[in-house]
């Protein structure tokens, strides 16, 4: 997966979250729907989202400089942990506010249009779900596009509930429409908990599973010469780019040209694994062991 291809998807994401938009807001107006209201708001907040997220996976795209030396790839979490936050204090705070107080009103709204409400609602669920199985299909997501995804889900689940909410409300549970907007604010709440953990984690240096540092072992200990490698460091820079140091063991007795000679051909070996990433090689000469490893 490419950077573009994030991009595309997050733009084509953004346009249908307009129309959405206007269409449940629409929809409220004329049914006087709660849970159309709730998804309204969702959606509102998703725009700002998505167009942050659209930003930042194009700034993260930067090639590296003297201020970002490992360059702009974690733009995308910090973008995925201001999603997170606006979706717990903007879209879940309001929808709580908003809903909670009908569950005590005494008798039912009434409703108007309910045909048009229902029909918006499967609309919504179908319109989504084209940048979700879109996204779906790709084998790689960066941070962005993985936040994306998941609120795509959160759109998924939050319809189902609206649309529950509303045919239940319709047939006789007034109840129904707050219970299914406090629904959608749940989901909300649950799923931003998960994607603020997830890429503070990241922003922390969150280090590669340990079949990556056998992998970068491997393949050094491979190299003619490497007696022993050992102080393996790495950690995520980026979506998918990660930056590790290692130390290699060789002979005390080679020069310092024979031991840069073999420090560059470990190099050369571990770029074809590193992809966008970058791996220091430190040359130890001795015949005692090495550190512990990560």
Do not use: W
Not at 104 to 112: A, I, N, S, V
């Amino acid at each position: 997966m490419s950077e573009h291809e994030d991009i595309k998807s997050i733009r084509i994401t953004l346009i249908l979250y307009g129309v959405i938009f206007a269409m449940k807001l629409a929809a409220y107006f004329m049914s006087g729907i709660m849970a159309l209201l709730a998804e309204a708001l969702h959606t509102l907040a998703d725009i700002f989202v998505s167009g942050f997220l659209l930003i930042a996976a194009r700034y993260s795209s930067r090639e590296a400089d003297r201020t970002h030396m490992f360059g702009y790839g974690r733009a995308q979490n910090i973008a995925a942990l201001v999603a997170a936050t606006l979706f717990i204090s903007f879209t879940c705070f309001e929808l709580l506010r908003e809903a909670i107080p009908h569950l005590f009103r005494h008798g039912g709204p009434e409703y108007k249009n309910i045909p048009i409400a229902v029909g918006v609602l499967i609309l919504s669920i179908a319109i989504a779900a084209y940048p979700l199985f879109k996204l779906l299909r790709q084998k790689a997501r960066g941070a962005a596009a993985k936040a994306q995804f998941m609120e795509l889900i959160n759109d998924e689940l939050g319809l189902l509930a609206a649309l529950a909410g509303t045919l239940f409300a319709v047939s006789g549970f007034p109840v129904a429409d707050p219970i299914a907007a406090i629904t959608v604010a749940a989901i909300i709440a649950v799923n931003a908990v998960k994607l603020f953990g997830e890429n503070a984690s990241y922003l922390l240096g969150k280090a590669p599973p340990e079949e990556y540092f056998e992998n970068l072992r491997t393949m050094a200990r491979a190299v003619p010469g490497v007696l022993d490698v050992h102080d393996i460091k790495a950690e995520y820079v980026g979506p998918e780019v990660i930056h590790a140091d290692l130390h290699i063991r060789v002979a005390p007795t080679l020069t310092v040209v024979q031991a840069h000679a073999i420090a560059a051909a470990v190099d050369g070996r571990l770029e074809t694994v590193m992809g966008k990433g970058m791996c220091h090689v430190h040359v130890d000469a001795g015949e005692g062991g090495g550190k512990g490893e990560g």
